[in-house]
């Protein structure tokens, strides 16, 4: 079975984690400092707080812009549950923008709609996280208009979309938004096994992460609120958690950095090949906005179900019979039994429900070979004739 995503690990990588393993440190250590300072050097941020995962990065992002209960959040639907769920872990509320039924990301315009009305109401967000969906930037710089006019803060939900780019700038840069995340988990762009990120330009931002990533304790004195006991002496000055990310974790994300640019590239090269290949059958091809560079963290289908014979499912069960590893990404978060029991409904977004009833992603992978590509272009022909 070709899978829709594969990490590469290459024999520096394991060296540079072998090198780990036999070092003085195993958690958190100077490997995780590197590994910060190298994303916050390339993407071009002046802050980087590693942690175990993009979820434990959108929880502390939530934390450190001051997200409690009786505040809401709001992101898109179409999104794997962990940039909605980032709000109920402080006790905030959620509510979703529907997606643009172009580009998938969630829609500037509904955005606008829905903030006239929440002012109206006095129900503002005070955070959107906004979704890098399939690794194609969201349109920053209305929704950065947008965070000035209501007054809320914005997190980028980059888990996709290391090494694209927004207009010319390096995703992550954060000039439109407080924080933006990455993952590192395998089928992310670049991987640390598990691990996530958050880069930011603010030190106050980037000191409370670095805080509440590990229980909220200090070893520095000038936070210290209280009298040294001595050289054991650390101070515990908020409730964190133990989110840290491993030096072992880090070595293998540090030495992934150096071929971010080249997996991108090939990202491109293989989505392009896809969409030449695939533009006379009847399907929706991704489409590429001219402001954006996508790192091409999926390469999404939609299936023009009204001009062929077969259902979705059955597209995507001919397609893993025939070894091709299909995927869908994302079942509507409003749509999973846990929200639909906080009061979401069926039909309250329906241009997310219509893209999941479409989509399909298909194999790309740095590794992907033009052989099996042209094996899953052949098959799809097959399939959908
Ligand atoms: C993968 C992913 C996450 C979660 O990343 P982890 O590192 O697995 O916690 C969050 N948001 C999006 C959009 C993702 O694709």
Redesign the pocket.
Known sequence: MIPYGRQQVTQEDIDAVLSVLNSDFLTQGPIVAQFESAVAKYVGAKYAVAV???????HLACLGLGLGPGDLLWTSPI?????ANCALYCGAEVDFVDINPITYNLSVDALETKLTLAKKNGRLPKILVV???AGQSAEMDTINFLSHKYGFKVIE?A??AIGGKYKSHLIGGCQYSDVT?F???P??IITSG???MAVTNSEHIASKLELLRSHGITRNSLQMVKFQDGPWYYEQLDLGFNYRMTDIQAALGLSQTLRIDDYVAKRNLLAGRYSGALKKLPLTLPYCNNDCYSAN?LYVIRLCLNKISKTRLEVFECLRMLGVGVNV??IPVHTQPYYQQLGFKIGDFPESERYYNEAISLPIFPGLTELQQDFVIQSLCEVLQ
Not at 52 to 58: I, Q, V
């Open positions: 175990n995962s993009a979820t434990s990065a959108l999104t794997f549950v962990a940039s979704v890098h969906m939900d888990s996709h995340v993952s590192f988990h089928v992310k598990e691990g996530g963290h990404h994302y």
